[in-house]
């Protein structure tokens, strides 16, 4: 499965991001702990934030973690 991550709204209006699969993403989780992260299943990890540019930030960072993971070369396709 390709990890992938997905931006939902909660039912107290809150943004949660979501990211698949939870094996890929977990190390990232727990360099990256300014707000606690949710185990949401055993495929799901997931942070919520009131703040949509708190959000931003963690979304370049995992970007940053994804590119980390490939092949030196593949980092730049």
């Known amino acids: 499965m390709e990890p992938q991550i997905g931006l939902e709204f909660t039912d107290r209006h809150l943004y949660r991001m979501d990211f698949f699969p939870a ?17 949401r299943s055993d495929q799901r990890l997931a942070i919520i934030a009131e703040n949509y540019s708190y959000l931003l930030d963690l979304l370049v960072h995992a970007r940053l973690y994804y590119l980390s993971t490939k ?6 396709k």
């Open 23 to 39: 094996d890929f993403w977990r190390p990232f989780a727990e360099s990256y702990n300014s707000l606690p992260w949710e185990e």
């Open 71 to 76: 092949p030196y070369q593949e980092r730049f």
